[in-house]
């Protein structure tokens, strides 16, 4: 009897251990900046790894581009409306004179100084070129004028530029037109090459 006593003491006892180590564990998904730890109905824990954005650094931005007129000179207009923009110059206009022949024609634009203008009409005037020559431009079937006082302004001109043997009697009068002295149109004995120019539009620089 004593014997079975203390075989139940004993068993009491054991059962007692073992409820003590029991550890409770909480089943509650801890949270953590980047991860999450959670234990599935197994009793096996796994980390799920949460992804976390990147911190993005602007890039600089340039400032936006402005566009500004090279060129905010006013111009005068005659004749047909032209722009301003892509016009040959002075240099690169001779240089295209040079390629011509007598019956070439081409249409272009090019700027470039008055050196003189009909001082009767305005129906007529010469542009400075290189190496001491000149480009005499006349109107479209005169149908427009500039200031007889535009000698010496910049201007602009559009039309066709081609080669033309100008007679003895028309360079005289166009000498006259000019303000040539008496003298200075009798030194005119032969024709002359020159190259010439029928512009639609002009533009002056005011």
């Given at each position: 009897m004593k014997r079975i006593f203390c075989c139940a003491v004993l068993a009491l006892a054991i059962v007692s251990c073992k409820k003590t180590e029991e550890v409770k564990v909480d089943e509650t998904p801890v949270e953590t900046p980047a991860d999450s730890i959670v234990k599935d109905s197994s009793g096996t824990v796994s980390v799920e790894k949460t992804e976390v954005p990147a911190e993005v650094t602007p890039e600089p931005q340039e400032p936006a581009k402005v566009e500004t007129s090279k060129d905010l000179a006013h111009y005068a207009s005659f004749g047909a409306k032209i722009k301003a923009d892509k016009a040959l110059t002075k240099e690169q206009m001779l240089k295209e004179y040079k390629k011509l022949k007598k019956g070439d024609t081409i249409q272009v634009k090019f700027k470039s100084t008055i050196q003189a203008v009909c001082k009767k009409k305005g129906c007529w005037m010469e542009?400075?070129?290189?190496?001491?020559?000149?480009?005499?431009?006349?109107?479209?079937?005169?149908?427009?004028?500039?200031?007889?006082?535009?000698?010496?302004?910049?201007?602009?001109?559009?039309?066709?530029?081609?080669?033309?043997?100008?007679?003895?009697?028309?360079?005289?009068?166009?000498?006259?037109?000019?303000g040539k002295s008496e003298e200075e149109i009798a030194k005119i004995t032969e024709p002359k090459i020159t190259y010439a120019f029928q512009a639609d539009g002009v533009l002056i620089k005011e």
């Open positions: 542009m400075e070129l290189p190496e001491d020559k000149k480009s005499f431009v006349r109107f479209k079937d005169y149908g427009f004028f500039v200031p007889l006082n535009a000698d010496d302004s910049e201007a602009i001109v559009s039309g066709k530029a081609f080669i033309d043997v100008v007679s003895v009697a028309e360079l005289q009068h166009y000498a006259k037109d000019g």
